[in-house]
């Protein structure tokens, strides 16, 4: 059974960085992208980044390039979203899903909130 | 960026009756698009891929269809556990998109 399970969330003040972590089991990590996908309190579902399978390619939205930074460890089967300069329009809970074409696979959400 | 319009933001309808839902793209995407529904707090779930290829596990009454820039979800004779929000999403190229999504509500 496939497993993602996001943590790392919280609050934090404008400006500040967070790291979020999702674990994956159930399938063979290192052979699928990944994504992270967010949603803002009683908003909709936005796209934020992607990496590849090997880690070697990432795509961004552009509000959050320059700031968010998406990575992978393939031996720990964990996908990650660093988190840096964090403004309020940032607060979503986030999904890490899997694989591409379509986002099969969702975790439950880590909630996020940006505030001071 | 290609732009997912949904239609109608909101839909009223009494359980038994059979909708379609609308997702129109700014530009051509082929027919990469896929269809998810969001249950109040739960994570989305994917219903139709590729605008109308069926998952396995999803119930026969949902179909998609459409190409290009022309998308819909049909729900045949509604069941009360379809009432929640529906996505439509484009990975035909970056930035991946979804639209912002029609809820489904009972009359």
């Known amino acids: 059974e496939v497993q993602l399970v996001e943590s790392g969330g919280g609050l934090v003040q404008p400006g500040r960085s967070l790291k979020l972590s999702c674990a994956a089991s159930g399938f063979t990590f290192s052979n699928y992208g990944m994504h992270w996908i967010r949603q803002a309190p009683t908003k909709g579902l936005e796209w934020v980044a992607s990496i590849s399978p090997s880690g070697g390619s990432t795509y961004y939205r552009d509000s959050v390039k320059g700031r968010f930074t998406i990575s992978r460890d393939n031996a720990k089967s964990t996908l990650y979203l660093q988190m840096d300069s964090l403004r309020s329009e940032d607060t979503a809970t986030y999904y890490c899903?899997?694989?591409?074409?379509?986002?099969?696979?969702w975790g439950q959400g880590v909630m996020v909130t940006v505030s001071s | 960026d290609i732009m997912l319009t949904q239609s109608p933001a909101t839909l009223s309808v009494t359980p038994g009756e059979s909708i379609s839902l609308s997702c129109r793209a700014s530009?051509?995407?082929?027919?990469?698009l896929h269809w998810y529904q969001q249950k109040p707090n739960e994570s989305p779930r994917v219903l139709i891929k590729?605008?109308?290829q069926t998952i396995s596990g999803i119930p026969s009454r949902f179909s998609g269809s459409g190409s290009g820039t022309d998308f819909t979800l049909n729900i045949n004779r509604v069941e009360p556990e379809d009432f929640s929000v529906y996505y439509c999403q484009q990975s035909n190229s970056w930035p991946l998109t979804f639209g912002s999504g029609t809820k489904l509500e009972i009359k």
């Open positions: 530009q051509s995407i082929s027919t990469n």
């Open positions: 899903a899997t694989p591409t074409d379509p986002f099969d696979y």
């Open positions: 590729y605008a109308s």
